[in-house]
Nanobody, 126 residues
Framework: QVQLVESGGGSVQAGGSLRLSCTSS????????ITWFRQAPGKEREGVAGIYIVGRGGVTYYADSVKGRFTISRDNAKNTVFLQMNSLKPEDTAMYYC?????????????????WGQGTQVTVSS
């Protein structure tokens, strides 16, 4: 049984940083995506950052809204993917989810992913 568990959310002031973690069990990262999504109340779900796992490395993808501020990375030994979020803005406030095992199509389309975590809340105050 595949489980994805997010952690690291919280409340910060604008300009601050948070690091989110997505730890998986029952799933082997290999030649597929692990991606962070977010959804704010009343807004559509947005693909924030994805990493295509290749061997011990990966190819990263970012939404324009977070380029230069967010960094996605992985820890092979811990089966964990991180999302380092710097220079946070109030508009980054959302529930953040990690998702894995994508079918063919764009990395940022949530409907293509087969496994999801329960989410972690990020709140950025001005």
């Amino acid at each position: 049984q595949v489980q994805l568990v997010e952690s690291g959310g919280g409340s910060v002031q604008a300009g601050g940083s948070l690091r989110l973690s997505c730890t998986s069990s029952g799933y082997t990262y290999s030649n597929n995506f692990i991606t962070w999504f977010r959804q704010a109340p009343g807004k559509e779900r947005e693909g924030v950052a994805g990493i295509y796992i290749v061997g011990r490395g990966g190819v990263t993808y970012y939404a324009d809204s977070v380029k230069g501020r967010f960094t996605i990375s992985r820890d092979n030994a811990k089966n964990t993917v991180f999302l380092q979020m710097n220079s946070l803005k109030p508009e980054d406030t959302a529930m953040y989810y990690c998702a894995a095992d994508k079918n063919d199509g764009s990395w940022s389309l949530g409907e293509l992913y087969n496994y999801w975590g329960q989410g972690t809340q990020v709140t950025v105050s001005s």
